[in-house]
């Protein structure tokens, strides 16, 4: 293995040889990389690393963030290429019309807002952004932000839209072409597995938010000498509710809540803004970052079955079956890619619970 190195005009530096490595890959936050090699060179520019194997093929490419020497060993730690998008922008929908909520238009708004800046340093290395045609109507959920303004951070909105409807954004680097390339994506793949093969233990978190009410914030107006002079506040002002249902989906209904599947007991949150849509998309992220919050971690190495789960993308669906019956569904979170002096190892985290309690090891 080596990593191709290259500055920010693009152009090659060098290779460090010998490689060693640690990758994470992760759905929604970011992946991290740090590798060690041989080079001979005094390495000072780096801005792109490019892990390559023995023949030359693509493996992983992120920002070269940090370079240490020491005589001959050279030691990289990466910076994921989503840092790109981790930056504010103006959300701006005040002129008539503007605001259109299918969601790969909300996919292109960001996008556009943060890569068609005036500022020429932000497409240094340029950037192309492929996002397919979605036309689902975002608005049943989130509500319009016609006529509304915000500054925010451009990674944290889209993750809210990501994590509801599913989607994830890969990257890599074009070589040839020397660009980089984000691609939006929606994994619609599913693999089953049987628990009664496995050793495990598996720890949910049953006291998540499994409710989450959306409402308009209401002014208490007071006169001159504090005294509050407007009526109490309205029982009719605008009000959302969306529920976690025990098969992770979330689903908007009236105050009753009157569906399928809800959790018992209700843990509820509730958010008010004086956008109605503020308040929506605030309660929705809430519930989303509930969604499958068990966490196991399967060493793919030592698997006795022939499912490769290395071979599966980031957020394809794992049904987990325990004595033919369904107990779970959770989706690949993250891949643990290591290489060293051993060979190279695989585990793969399903679900995104955040300390890692559970592990799955094939016996």
Known sequence: MYIALYNENKQHI??????????????????????????????????????????????????????????????????????LWDTEVLLDYTESGSFD??????????????????????????VEVIIPTDN??????????????????????????????????????????????????????SVSVDLSDFLYELTTTSSATNKAVATIK?????????HQTNLPRPS?????????????????????????????PVKAKLFESEYLADAQFSAVYELANARYVDNIIIDNNNTLDPIDFAAYPLYTKVALYYDGKLYKTLPISEKIISLDGGGKNTKIKLGFKKILLTEIIKG
């Not at 689903?251 to 809800?262: A, E, F, L, Q, T």
């Open 136 to 189: 689902t109507d975002t608005t049943s959920v989130y509500g319009s932000y016609q006529d509304a303004y915000k500054i925010v951070n451009a990674y944290s909105f889209l993750k809210c839209y990501l994590k509801y409807y599913e989607y994830n954004i890969e990257s890599y680097y074009d070589v040839t072409a020397g660009k980089i390339v984000f691609t939006f994506v929606k994994c619609n793949q």
């Open 101 to 126: 909520g299918r969601l790969s238009k909300i996919f292109t708004k960001i996008k556009n807002l943060v890569f068609s800046d005036p500022d020429t340093t932000v497409c240094k290395i340029p």
């Open 14 to 83: 060098t290779n460090v040889d010998n490689v060693t490595y640690n990758i994470t890959n992760r759905v929604y936050d970011l992946d991290s990389f740090d590798a060690e090699g041989v080079s001979d060179v005094d390495i000072n520019d780096a801005k792109i690393a490019v892990l390559n194997d023995d023949a030359g093929n693509y493996e992983y490419a992120c920002f070269s963030d940090t370079i240490t020497p020491e005589q001959n060993k050279r030691t990289i730690k990466g910076l994921d290429f989503i840092t």
């Open 218 to 226: 209401y002014k208490i107006e007071t006169d001159e000498n504090d």
């Open 236 to 264: 009719t002002l605008a009000t959302v509710y969306y529920y976690r249902t025990t098969d992770n989906q979330i689903v908007m209904s009236d105050k009753y809540g009157n569906i399928s599947g809800r959790i018992y």
